[in-house]
Every structure is written in C-alpha cells, then in structure tokens.
C-alpha cells in the first residue's frame, strides 16, 4: 500500500511540476480543470492521475489548449509536494513512521533499503526539523539535506 501511495504522489508531483512548466499556479490539463478549487492531497493526486492517464496536459502545452501556456519560466515543483504533505510528515517524524515519512524520503531519492534509516534519522532530528509551528516548508527542506549530508548512510542521496 504505501509504495502505491508513494507512486500516485510522485504522478502528482510530475502533474504539479507539469503545471509550473505550463506556466500557471492553478496548472493545466483537466485534472485541474476536474478539481479546480480543491486541495489537500487527495484533489492533488486525483488531479495528477487524471492527466497522467490521459496525456492530455501534454497535449495542452503542445496545442496551447486545456488550460495550458508554455511562456511561464520552468520550475521544480518537488518543494510543493513536501509542503503539501508537511503536517502529515510532522507526525510522521514524531512517530518515526508513516506513509508521509516514506513519500518525503521517495521525492530525495532514498532507495527502499535505506528508508529505515531515513525514519530513524529524521524521528531523532525533530526539533532541528521542526523548531517551531511556524516553520516553512523551505526550513524543513534545508534541514532535511543538512541532517542527511551529515548521515552516512543517507549523505549520498543530497550530494
């Protein structure tokens, strides 16, 4: 179950890095169009898989259709998936576990056999993670690669 969580999430990070390449912040392609307005998660994935499926973002960009642009600037749209997913890692990290846990660790390349690691790494570092409820998700990021390059095991994943 969790690797099939891991892998509609990183559709939908393809559809959301889509959506930057398509040059706008609702996106483009009928996924968004299905489920305009919504968020969380679920309308993420939904919305990711509606355009995987069908190719029709693509399409989009190609024809200037669907909702799509190709005069916006490229972006990486990675730190949107873990912001998207920060309180539910929060709690992963507090438990040392989760599908979160395993979603953030998949966006960083961690291989499956160093995923333990990964948990036991970041449940140990959650103060330096999350110092405070106002931390951004940008912090969090850069405190996830300090604490990974400073890991034996994980430091090759944040060269």
Known sequence: MKKIIAGLVLISASSVANAGAAGGDGGCGWGQALFKGQSGMAS???????????GNNTFGMTTGTNGCATSGSLSYGGQSVVSSIMDEFSEDVARGEGDAMDTVAVVYGVEAQD??????VMHENFTTLFPSEDVTAEDMMASIEVI????ETLSKYVA
């Not at 995923?115 to 036991?120: E, I, N, Q, S």
């Not at 990974?148 to 890991?151: A, H, I, R």
């Open 115 to 120: 995923r333990d690691t990964f948990a036991k």
């Open 148 to 151: 990974m390059k400073s890991d």
């Open 44 to 54: 993420h994935v939904l919305a990711g898989i509606t355009n995987a499926s069908t």
